[in-house]
């Protein structure tokens, strides 16, 4: 290095400890890699049946004017969104995907002279945040692997313990990626209650539609009760609309006047509203995504019941299944018969492996080919 300047040092020193996001590796890549083709991708919780019909009509629309800067209010998304869900659009900030959101936040209200709390195997995103602007992170230890009815799930009362004068800002996913785990609608509650008002609460429903647990809370019915609640969701799931980049933050007004002045003005496209607006009213879409994935979770279950498979409880649209020996050699040996799903050795769960519950024709190539790669 020709200056003696070392620009990795240069860094702010929350981003020095930082270490990438892994993502889901692209099917294009493994395609070059191996020069193969009919890749199956199980690894990033994509919808198995594509994007809402809708959408895809009304983006095919949209292309005539893409020499326009969007809309940087996005009025109509959210004015559809808040009516959608019973809101006022003041409360509604876009974001370019839910993690735009994420590090809105972060920025917003945490800084060098804060703390941050989110749970052990919680969204690999709220350490990154959390670390990018500098803030202290703690991260509360998850419930135990063994004699747990949620094991490696989020432990409310070791996140509660986390907080203090310092605290600003607690992340919780409900459900859980990568685990699947899910808090119940009196724990969450319970714990809204406990945390002082002057410490934001993100509750992270990316999930949510996917749920049919009974007592599953939806964390948006709470905004009028608690302040300092952010309910962040996403259309990147459900909605089959990851490459768009497009989701949302509901909360007070005040919060989201906060969160409006830090987002960068046109952070969600022209395309991502339109795509948007349409997916929100394709309820078919939503609906039949849901009972694919009912059935898919149904099939899975089936089979860690038969192979004697253990797997973390989820009620997402991915299990995590335990290969009780290092995964990282499974997951290769997966690729090699051209199937992606996700290890977590960067989580701190070195024999599990998520994977995205597909079609019934998807789930049982997966399936087989687990097995063929657990037996060799
Ligand atoms: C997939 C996911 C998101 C969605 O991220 P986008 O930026 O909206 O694509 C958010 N939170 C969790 C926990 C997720 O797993």
Known sequence: MQSGIDYRQLAVSGVQALQPYQPGKPIEELERELGISGILKLASNENPLGTSPKALAALTQALDSLELYPDGSGYQLKEAIARKIGLHDSQITLGNGSNDLLDIIARAYLDSSRAAVCAEYAFAIYPIEIQAVGAELRIAKANPPDHHSMPYGHNLPNIAAKIDDKTRVVFIANPNNPTGTWLD???????????????????????????????FPNALE???EFPNLIVTRTFSKIYGLA???????????????ILNRVRQP???????????????EDDAFLQQSVLTNAAGLKQWLGACAENGWEYIPTVGNFITVDCKRPAAPVYNALLREGVIVRPLGGYGLPQHLRITI???????????????????
């Open 185 to 215: 609608r009196e724990a969450l509650h319970g714990f809204l209650q406990r945390v002082p008002a002057d410490v934001i609460v993100v509750v992270d429903e990316a999930y949510t539609e996917y749920v049919q647990q009974p007592d």
């Open 222 to 224: 709470w905004l009028d």
């Open 243 to 257: 490459g768009l980049r497009v989701g949302y933050a509901a909360s007070n007004p005040a919060v989201a006047d």
């Open 266 to 280: 046109f952070n969600v496209n022209s395309l991502a509203l339109v795509g948007a607006m349409a997916a929100l």
């Open 358 to 376: 597909g079609t019934e024709a998807q789930n049982t190539r997966c399936i087989n080919t687990l097995k063929k790669v657990l037996a060799a």
